[in-house]
């Protein structure tokens, strides 16, 4: 029996929620388009305001008891604040406190808009046991409790044998709500949103283009660029490049195993260090290997997909790459 999978989120302890468990339903469905948005880190302008600017903001807010409270007071306020809804909340208060706080008004948008940015995520599937080597934080009574569902077939024999596919049961939302959704959420539709999704539209670096993606993997220091994947015949998503190499397993992976708990995130091409190694080609040869495996093709000729097998992973790709901002 072909085993299922799930792509997990290590650090999150969340998996993606299933439409097609098997590997090949995995890599041909639309699933890795959740992942996709979660991972894609926004470009943001870094420049602050000019000290004199800064004052004079500081002025004509003064009203603010905020901006009058001594400095290492107000940091002290802003260290306590517990999510990134909270951060853009109080940056909202005042044209000071928002140039102020850039920094952190930057932290809480990519909170908010890439959660899996450098998280360790692991393609598993159901013959695994135990944890990756580089994985042990969960061990000795570490792990988050499952909460257990009698309707669900999982026992504790079974979470306890194979924690990483059996003991998760937080799923990652379908679509991952947008900056506007989480602050109506939090600010129950404040008038300030509209404000705020100006002024975070100023600092985006690229407002509204579509400029290609590259998957970093910040552990291997590697790179796949979907440039690179969607000129190939199999024109996957980003994520594909991620479920190929993160594979774990008690059996034989169809691909490789050596990104296994690696950190990913998803940034432009400006954001790849020097020194970093392009494995785009490594990828696609990969990614073509498994889905042709995956799907049982026996009439094949030198690996060529059929024009049934092109069209949905055209249509695949087209719709998984909508992330990209």
Known sequence: ?????????????????????????????????????????????????????????????????LVTLPQEIFDDIVAELPDAEYVLSLALTCSYLWRVLLPNVKGAIIAIEAPWAGDRLIFVGDYARGFPPNCKDYENGNMPEREMDPGDGVDAEMVNENPLYFGINRCILPRWPSLEVVMKDQAWDCPDIQLLLRLVTMLRSHPGSKRPGVLRNLTKQQYVLDSKLAESKYPYSLVEAIVVRTQWTESAADGLDDWVGDRFDIRSIEHVPEGWTDVSDEAIDLIGNAAIRSLRILDLEDWELTSYQVELTSYQAEHSRAWIK
């Open 1 to 65: 029996m072909r085993q299922c999978w799930h792509l997990v989120n290590f650090d999150k302890w969340t998996t993606v929620l299933p439409r097609g468990a098997k590997t090949c339903q995995f890599i041909t469905s639309l699933d890795g388009a959740e992942v996709l948005g979660s991972l894609a880190v926004p470009d943001l302008n870094g420049a602050l305001s000019p000290e004199s600017e800064l004052a004079r903001s500081r002025e004509h807010n003064l009203a603010s008891r």
